[in-house]
């Protein structure tokens, strides 16, 4: 039963930054994958980062250039760090853990981008 929670999201204005942390209930190097997703109003929730056991990462295109998802093993945490933030990055940002049976979900951090 691994618990995942977010935490440091909050209303940023446009062009700034914020850090996301996932701190997992176990070693984040026992799941095959992690990733942070975003799910904004009105719209399913899309794959924003994703960094699997081994290191590879991948981004939504929207993202590329901006954000970036990294890990802490001795912290069992990861992280998104989120820059040049645009409104239509607002959402609910959820970090998961895939499993080799499945996948579990944190509870969401909000992040509204907005002046």
């Known amino acids: 039963q691994v618990q995942l929670v977010e935490s440091g999201g909050g209303l940023v204005q446009p062009g700034g930054s914020l850090r996301l942390s996932c701190a997992a209930s176990?070693?984040?190097?026992?799941?095959?994958?992690m990733g942070w997703y975003c799910q904004a109003p009105g719209k399913q929730r899309e794959l924003v980062a994703r960094i699997t056991r081994f290191g590879r990462t991948n981004y939504a295109d929207s993202v590329k250039g901006r954000f970036t998802i990294s890990r802490d093993g001795a912290k069992d945490t990861v992280y998104l760090q989120m820059n040049s933030l645009k409104p239509e990055d607002t959402g609910v940002y959820s970090c998961n853990a895939e499993e080799t049976y499945g996948t579990s979900w944190g509870q969401g951090t909000q992040v509204t981008v907005s002046s």
């Open positions: 176990g070693s984040i190097f026992s799941f095959n994958a």
